[in-house]
């Protein structure tokens, strides 16, 4: 591996122009997918660096088997993103020696047998918490959970139901950085239990499981129970003949929350279980361990537990020959080769990936802790060794379905549209699938391959229909993969391909995006923060792909366009009445089915709607998706929830106000913010800080080092005064402290955002957003505590900003979680920004 480092910088300019100028893919790139080792040090300068990393560790492992693809040949597909795309893990990890983690996108975990007892539940989060800190998102279900009031053989004597779990789950997540992010968790639960409503309603208090995605299993009975409007019966446990818990519900109630909640909140998702099940190819060997019981964090991936997945997608675009012209056509001789390929090269890093999980058990060997501690860490990662070998599973998929459908000339969602996105995703079925019965008559199929076990599955029937012959074949040699073929969301892998995600369609032709800014991202602005905490970058963006359809006919790409005029322009592209908000929302869900019937997985998809639509199209929506046969469906409001993607376009006022949730008001910043001085040493530091208030409220914070040369001197007596925002005549922005001397006379500290040191400003704009957003000031301390910053100044001005704040902690507040150094009992409160001990008096400020 080469030893030569890159600075940011360099990484960022070289990645900028191999990306011909697009700034949020070069960022996205160095920040995220660069190889890079625990300290920071950058060992790659464009993606070219990390193809030929990739292409060298598959080329490696092809080697082991006849008629081996040459690291060359591997390259040429990989080069510029423009045929086969590694995603995610597998573009990591992949060759990198840094760092010991897995090249699995996404798991699923559950304990064998109905284990709901209180160890097992913990177990599940341990389980949880160690695969996340290898990289991978999680997903498990709780519908072994038993319900709140069921009688339990221990001190409590009743059972908290699923909620508490919920949060705990949650918390874990967000507990666990993994190269600078957070984890990524789906729960599920099945319709059938009789918790289920709290499971759906607990997203629905703010801040209460916030570190999670959550879907609802419901399967055919409750749907028509929906559709004819009778009961349902929920029971405990949920697959029991003789469940110890019975009660009957109207379903259309039940089916009302689910929809309010995913029209108001984005969520819960739904997952149609019994499709699901019934279409699972490896559902056929469910007594042999393959029972699926849940997704990953975005639903494309039903596993069983302790198996994971890996993802890889082409690239649909690059097939299209002569784009946006009259003579274009889709290339299906060099989408056959490359589907083939494609398979290939996921059973490749299957082989990677059993190499990396043989470096994490020989990493937890080594480890200091003892064998008690080690031993869950140790037999989980012997499980998913054994799953993946086992059953071989992989991912292949798609991305820029809605660029391709418009370089073909047609419209998304149209009746046309979708006939082209269904014949080619067949092709590719078929194509994946003979490409594993090939490698199973040169490598071996999977271990328990029985072509007895699946000769009823609907989808193996579908692929015997289609293609005879490839069925003969599977029968004489078998199947390398247990399944093969999913839809991922290709969120910022579309960013590198610059084109539109998985099956979606374009979000706007122009449009602005936002990045999420993890603590480590190096110069990382801050342009909004969620209710959550998790702060964005955002970028005005044009659709690269409509930039092309303007080259194509003749547009100039440099001009500057007026608002009046880009609608014209859209008008005439392909793009218009395709964009997420434009299309047909039915006849995207029945695309979507139609899809489905050749993705043995599933699709990851949501459908995008205006903030004014109605509870009643996503009843709708989600009716027709089962009758179409998806797997699962998901519904986003603009506005119900922070996105990544924001129109830019403002919202028409609604005569109606009922036909909508009233937005979030964020109260604008008035030009004065009365303000307070907060002074305070670390160590022996001298430390200030001033922090806006706005109806009393902290509203914004700046703070650093108070006597040094650069820093600032005020007189003693000096405890409040006015932040001044200002405009130079360049427009950029400015801060001003003014206060009165002892004379009375205004006297005025320009620039506090130059004062201190610029290593702070980035985390000062991300408290200050936090605040602004209106999140408690105990919360706000709480995301202060939990930045992981190896830097010692920051270190130090994290804790002064923490200090600072907690002088705006209401009287009583509980210390949560802290004990006194005094008498050890969780009985601290905070009292004028001090902690007192309601127990023994102890008080400690500061």
Known sequence: MDNKTYTFDEAFKASKEYFAGDELAAKVWVNKYALKDAFGNIFEKTPTDMHHRLAGEIARIE?????????????ELFDHFRYIVPQGSPMTGIGNNHQIASLSNCFVIGM?????????????????VQLMKRRGGVGHDLSHIRPKGSPVKNSALTSTGLVPFMERYSNSTREVAQDGRRGALMLSVSIKHPDSESFIDAKMTEGKVTGANVSVKLDDDFMKAVVNKTTYKQQYPVDSANPTTVKEIDAATLWQKIIHNAWKSAEPGVLFWDTIIRESVPDSYADLGFQTISTNPCGE?????????????????????????????????LFVKHVRLAQRIMDDIIDLESEKIEKILAKIDSDPETNEVKQTERHLWEKIQKKTLQGRRTGVGITAEGDMIAALGLRYGTDEATDMAENIQRTLAIEAYRSSVYMAKERGAFEIYDTKREEKNPFINRLREADPSLYEDMVKYGRRNIACLTIAPTGTTSLMTQTTSGIEPVFLPVYKRRRKVNPNDTDARVDFVDETGDAYEEYIVFHHNFVTWMQANGYSVTKRYSSEEIDELVAKSPYYKATSNDVDWLQKVRMQGRIQKWVDHSISVTINLPADVNEELVDKLYIEA???????CTVYRDGSRSGVLVSTQKTKKKEDANCMEPPVIVAKRPRELEADVVKFQNNKEKWIAFVGLLNGKPYEIFTGLADDEEGIML?????????????????????DFQFKNKRGYKMTIEGLDGKFDPEFWN??????????YGMPIDQAIKLVQGLELNNESINTWKNGVERALKKYLPNGTEAKGQKCPNCG?????????????TNCGASRCG
């Not at 039903?302 to 690059?318: E, G, K, M, T």
């Not at 007189?715 to 801060?735: A, F, L, M, Q, R």
Request: proline residues 5%; glycine residues 8%.
């Open 63 to 75: 080697k082991k088997y006849p008629n081996p693809l040459s690291e060359q040949e591997l390259f």
């Open 112 to 128: 064998d047998g109905k284990a709901d007892s209180y160890g097992a539940i913990i177990r599940i989060d341990e389980e949880q």
């Open 301 to 333: 991936i039903p596993l069983c537990p302790y198996d994971s997945c890996r993802l890889l997608a082409l690239n649909l675009y690059s097939y299209v020959v002569k784009p946006f012209t009259k003579e274009a056509y889709f290339d299906y001789e």
């Open 626 to 632: 089962w009758k179409s046969g998806c797997k699962g």
């Open 715 to 735: 007189p003693k007596n000096v405890t409040k005064g006015t932040i001044i925002k200002s405009y130079d005549e360049d427009g950029n922005k400015h801060y």
């Open 763 to 772: 985390y000062a704009k991300l408290i200050s957003g936090v605040l602004r």
């Open 825 to 837: 009992h969780e009985t601290l409160i905070y009292q004028e920004g001090c902690l007192i001990c």
